[in-house]
């Protein structure tokens, strides 16, 4: 693990949790105003997306198929891992801690690799997103939720689902913070450039200390 994430949990292997348990559906409910109507909606349409707002559980950072990906990867190979993730229409919604969405932004227009980031979609408070359904729809099983994501940044043109590439299974998941994210973002970047531009990005980047 990186020294300058001394605290921040990290597996292994990637996760290939495809449904949210109960404590992860108890999480994602805290986000709700009214968490016994979530509650009571999965219970009656387990199958289908609801939406939840952003600003006090989580906020969400929705980034393009292929970059999400890279910085999905880039998490759990070099990083601390990631918190819940999303694949819905042909973008990837990375679950992060609330106050993300309004600090990540100003913290990539520090950064000078920056340019080579695409528009990422910030939801903060005041915000809504779509989450996918608790349980993966009939037939989804047979591929990964690893795969999946592969599948769609690979191929944005077919046809787009919603579903969870690393579903929430406790009641209190960690989530990567604004500097997390911001480090995934600046890695992935430099990973398209090239591995000679790519080495320096083995430490933390010199925008993670303006606050």
């Known amino acids: 693990m990186s020294e300058w994430l001394p605290e921040t949990p990290r597996t292994l292997a990637f996760p290939t949790a495809a449904y949210v348990t109960l404590a992860g559906a108890d999480w994602l409910a805290s986000a709700s105003p009214r968490p016994d109507e979530m509650h009571a909606l999965w219970a009656t349409r387990p199958a289908a997306p609801s939406a939840l707002p952003c600003g006090t559980a989580f906020d969400v950072i929705n980034a393009p198929a292929l970059f999400g990906r890279r910085m999905v990867d880039r998490l759990w190979s070099d990083g601390p891992g990631s918190g819940p993730v999303a694949a819905h229409r042909g973008r990837i919604l990375l679950f992060a801690a609330p106050g993300t969405a309004q600090r990540l932004p100003a913290l990539l227009g520090w950064e000078e690799w920056a340019t080579a980031v695409p528009p990422l979609l910030c939801h903060g408070s005041g915000d809504a997103v779509t989450v996918p359904p608790l349980h993966p729809c009939r037939g ?3 591929t990964s939720p690893a795969n999946d994501l592969f599948l769609a ?3 944005p043109s077919a046809p787009a689902g919603s579903r969870w590439l690393v579903a929430p299974d406790v ?6 913070g604004p500097d ?3 480090w995934a973002c600046v890695r992935a970047a430099r990973s398209v450039a090239g591995p000679g531009q790519e080495t320096a990005a083995q430490h933390p980047v010199s925008a993670l ?3």
């Open 140 to 142: 989804a099983a047979e």
């Open 153 to 155: 940044a690979e191929e």
């Open 171 to 176: 009641r209190d998941p960690w989530l990567p």
């Open 180 to 182: 997390v994210l911001l």
């Open 209 to 211: 200390t303006r606050g």
